[in-house]
């Protein structure tokens, strides 16, 4: 495949984007119309929306076009299983400068398509425009299957706090890369490509979850949505979160010690839930706090005390690529 994406053109562009993509059973109608037609047999539609912006979220001598494709889905279909429900559709909103290889956003869209295919889902749409950079928007949606959304608000004092998924190995990462180097590469590719524990959420869901979300901006950040919609105080115990002896190594080499990873560092998008404390959790999900009342105002300890490092902020002044 040669040229930019200036000499294909837009319609060129999109011809070429959506000749790569599958579908599933849920999608009656898919790209090519004024609007897609998805099956939505529950009544209700999970949707969640997100903005990649290359230089703020991704940099492309880190990452391939396929790795930010698998990422920009990954991110947004957590969100969906985080509510309980299962992802069933992806739409897409691109920006890319005229001079952009037409390569890149086709192994981009490869990669969008293969994390749906993980997640059970499928692009049914979007729309491409020229822009000075690129930036990926996504709106994925889901299916709540008869089932009620697990929100952020039912929390409530004697719940456990359980998580499945990898944590820190995302920050980690991008710790490594910030310094240059390229392994250990397990950790790289989780910054690169994270892997949600998608079918975790619904399972959650069945499970009796009393509140969840995915771990995007921090587990402790993401748990004090849950602490302030819940009004409670959670209080997690550093002793019973795996920290990775490579992870450990990793820390020590660079002088963070690796429990900042865990607790502040986001985008691996693991899931964390809030249980009543008599149901029985599978062996993937792992206890690791508890949910109480609150002793003053709503919000996440750490073995008792409050943890001060904060989670990712796309408004901070001290937050770089990735």
């Given at each position: 495949?040669?040229?930019?994406?200036?000499?294909?053109?837009?319609?060129?562009?999109?011809?070429?984007?959506?000749?790569?993509?599958?579908?599933?059973?849920?999608?009656?109608?898919?790209?090519?119309?004024?609007?897609?037609?998805?099956?939505?047999?529950?009544?209700?539609?999970?949707?969640s929306?997100?903005?990649?912006?290359?230089?703020?979220?991704?940099?492309?001598?880190?990452?391939?076009?396929?790795?930010?494709?698998?990422?920009?889905?990954?991110?947004?279909?957590?969100?969906?299983?985080?509510?309980?429900?299962?992802?069933?559709?992806?739409?897409?909103?691109?920006?890319?400068?005229?001079?952009?290889?037409?390569?890149?956003?086709?192994?981009?869209?490869?990669?969008?398509?293969?994390?749906?295919?993980?997640?059970?889902?499928?692009?049914?749409?979007?729309?491409v425009?020229?822009?000075?950079?690129?930036?990926?928007?996504?709106t994925?949606?889901?299916?709540?299957?008869?089932?009620?959304?697990?929100?952020?608000?039912?929390?409530?004092?004697?719940?456990?706090?359980?998580?499945?998924?990898?944590?820190?190995?995302?920050?980690?990462g991008?710790?490594?890369?910030?310094?240059g180097?390229?392994?250990?590469?397990?950790?790289?590719?989780?910054?690169?490509?994270?892997?949600?524990?998608?079918?975790?959420?619904?399972?959650?869901?069945?499970?009796?979850?009393?509140?969840?979300?995915?771990?995007s901006?921090?587990?402790?950040?993401?748990?004090?949505?849950i602490?302030?919609?819940?009004?409670?105080?959670?209080?997690?115990?550093?002793?019973?979160?795996?920290?990775?002896?490579?992870?450990?190594?990793?820390?020590?080499?660079?002088?963070?010690?690796?429990?900042?990873?865990?607790?502040?560092?986001?985008?691996?998008?693991?899931i964390?839930?809030?249980?009543?404390?008599?149901?029985?959790?599978?062996?993937?999900?792992?206890?690791?706090?508890?949910?109480?009342?609150?002793?003053?105002?709503?919000?996440?300890?750490?073995?008792?005390?409050?943890?001060?490092?904060?989670?990712?902020?796309?408004?901070?002044?001290?937050?770089?690529?990735?």
């Amino acid at each position: 495949m040669k040229g930019t994406v200036g000499e294909l053109g837009e319609f060129g562009l999109i011809r070429e984007l959506t000749s790569r993509l599958t579908t599933t059973s849920a999608v009656r109608l898919g790209p090519g119309d004024d609007a897609a037609v998805v099956a939505a047999p529950d009544r209700r539609v999970v949707a969640s929306t997100d903005v990649l912006l290359e230089g703020r979220h991704f940099r492309r001598d880190w990452s391939t076009a396929y790795d930010v494709g698998r990422k920009a889905a990954a991110q947004n279909l957590a969100d969906i299983a985080a509510m309980g429900a299962v992802p069933t559709a992806l739409l897409l909103g691109l920006v890319v400068p005229a001079d952009l290889p037409v390569t890149w956003p086709a192994e981009m869209m490869d990669g969008i398509r293969d994390e749906c295919q993980v997640a059970g889902a499928a692009v049914v749409g979007g729309d491409v425009v020229r822009g000075d950079a690129i930036t990926i928007a996504i709106t994925a949606l889901g299916d709540l299957r008869n089932h009620e959304p697990v929100t952020r608000s039912g929390a409530r004092p004697g719940d456990v706090v359980a998580v499945t998924g990898w944590l820190g190995w995302s920050a980690a990462g991008h710790a490594v890369l910030s310094r240059g180097f390229r392994s250990p590469r397990a950790f790289v590719e989780a910054h690169r490509r994270p892997e949600p524990p998608y079918h975790a959420g619904p399972a959650a869901a069945g499970l009796g979850a009393t509140a969840m979300t995915d771990v995007s901006d921090g587990l402790v950040a993401d748990l004090g949505h849950i602490a302030d919609a819940s009004q409670v105080r959670i209080d997690l115990r550093s002793g019973d979160i795996d920290i990775p002896s490579q992870m450990s190594d990793i820390g020590q080499a660079v002088g963070v010690d690796p429990i900042q990873w865990v607790l502040s560092g986001g985008e691996d998008h693991a899931i964390v839930a809030t249980f009543p404390s008599d149901v029985k959790l599978p062996a993937r999900w792992k206890v690791i706090g508890e949910v109480l009342n609150p002793s003053a105002l709503p919000q996440v300890t750490v073995d008792g005390a409050p943890w001060v490092h904060a989670g990712w902020d796309h408004f901070g002044d001290d937050q770089g690529a990735e």
